[in-house]
């Protein structure tokens, strides 16, 4: 017990000695640290850049960012989808020869159009001129009858039963068959009556045929195609 009185002493006196030690270290580091932190703020102070020069450097990074980034879809589309200075110019061209055909193309259908016109007019002109002469021929052919001048009225009617009007056509045999009824030939005349009912059904000369086709049959003694007549006279057009 009295060892460790004796003992106490030094004891205190060493703990003291190493706390007044552990004071010194502390607060030499403190203030080491507190100089490297002074170095460090005084570092990045010399480093800032004033806010205007900031937004000047911010502006120019986002303006050379916007140069450099690649196009959209949609930009992609517009520039291949727009044709280059040699594509318009080919496809003008290509409108021109379109234009230009076209016009040619109507200009030669209008022609042709005028042409087919004018050619039916003629057509039509001539066929008129043709008809007014065939009808002055065919009432000289009555004039002849009428005067018994039968030869000059058989080449006018011969040449007016090819005619290609029917009126003309049919008119013309009827008239070449009454010369050779007035001449008793009455099996050619009924030849051509029959071909009048055959071919001419809309003339009104049809009936007139039918008459001679029965006075016909009668003067040859022909029952039968008596009867055939009087019958188509009596049905068809209600004669007796």
């Not at 016109?117 to 039509?124: C, E, I, L, R, S």
């Amino acid at each position: 017990m009295k060892d460790f009185r004796m003992r106490l002493p030094l004891v205190s006196i060493f703990i003291l000695s190493l706390s007044t030690t552990s004071c010194s270290w502390m607060g030499k580091r403190k203030t080491l640290f507190e100089e490297e932190g002074t170095a460090d703020t005084q570092q990045a102070k010399s480093q800032m850049v004033p806010k205007a020069q900031y937004d000047q450097l911010l502006e120019k990074y986002d303006k050379l960012l916007k140069e450099t980034k690649a196009p959209s879809l949609a930009e992609q589309y517009k520039s291949s989808s727009k044709p280059s200075a040699s594509q318009e110019e080919v496809q003008l061209e290509m409108i021109d020869d379109l234009e230009k055909a076209r016009r040619n193309e109507l200009a030669e259908t209008v022609d042709v159009f005028a042409n087919e016109v004018a050619a039916k007019k003629q057509n039509q002109q001539n066929d008129d001129l043709q008809l007014q002469k065939e009808l002055n021929l065919l009432k000289q052919a009555e004039g002849l009858l009428a005067q018994n001048r039968l030869d000059q009225a058989l080449t006018i009617l011969k040449d007016l039963e090819s005619s290609k009007h029917g009126q003309i056509k049919v008119r013309a045999k009827f008239y070449l068959a009454e010369m050779l009824f007035s001449q008793n030939e009455y099996d050619l005349a009924m030849q051509l009556y029959e071909e009048i009912l055959r071919q001419h059904a809309f003339s009104g000369l049809v009936i007139k045929s039918l008459g001679r086709l029965i006075a016909c049959t009668d003067k040859l003694k022909l029952k039968k195609k008596n009867e055939k007549y009087h019958s188509i006279l009596h049905d068809f057009f209600g004669e007796a």
